[in-house]
């Protein structure tokens, strides 16, 4: 119930720390890379020890979704994505997506959303790191 109480004063924080929520040139890990049945890119990056930033991770989620967030596989994006490996250091931007908490956060449930939580954003570059 606690982390129930205190997840609206967590989302007007993300807000004002972030209101267009854009990020430029942050720095990550890359933790998931993967695709859909259809071949579009599944990327996830890990931006502190319990904090990733990734793309939905199925083709329903997206149709159902006002955000596209999969990587289309015709895209230079995929084509970046595509020569990285898991664990490795990468500066990338995008968009998060609009969600309850601000930022569209995607576990299922409220303890997983507040102590490690995995926010969903539209990458648009994606780079190893220096």
């Not at 020890?49 to 999969?70: M, Q, R, V």
Request: net charge negative.
């Amino acid at each position: 119930m606690a982390q129930g109480a205190v997840r609206p004063q967590r989302a007007n924080a993300l807000c004002a720390l972030l209101p267009d929520r854009t990020a430029r040139d942050w720095v990550g890990t890359v933790e998931t890379l993967s695709s859909t049945n259809d071949g579009k890119g599944i990327f996830v990056v890990r931006i502190a020890p319990h904090i990733t930033l990734g793309t939905t991770n199925n083709g329903l989620s997206e149709a159902l979704s006002e955000d596209k967030t999969l990587i289309p596989t015709d895209s230079p994006l995929f084509a970046e994505v595509a020569r990285l490996h898991t664990e490795q250091k990468v500066v990338f931007s995008g968009r998060l997506s609009r969600g309850d908490d601000c930022f569209k956060e995607t576990s299922l449930t409220v303890t997983g959303d507040m102590t490690e939580p995995d926010f969903e954003m539209r990458f648009t570059s994606v780079q190893p790191a220096p």
